[in-house]
């Protein structure tokens, strides 16, 4: 599983946090592209956003159980409680629990 971004940027300093606005962007876009790479996600993100701050939201949707990463680090949207539930059953999918 890809380490998460925000542990690496304890240490570092946040240039830029995200908007409500780009978060929902990003939400967006990765439910349209289904299972993604970031770089993927960050090429077809509509708005301008700095690769900095979509990962600081990656994070975010990946700490709440909003998105899952597969054992090549893509992307997939897993909000759907009932899809969830499906991934949950996948070994190879990480839904981060909280503990």
Known sequence: MPQLATKQRKEEHVLHYPSLRTVMLIEETIKELGVTTKTNLFKALKNRVMWQTMETV??????????????EGKIVWAHDPELVRRYLKKRHLNVWNGR
Do not use: E, N
Request: aromatic share 14%.
């Open 58 to 71: 990656i994070d975010y949707l990946h700490a709440r159980g909003m998105v899952a990463f597969d054992k």
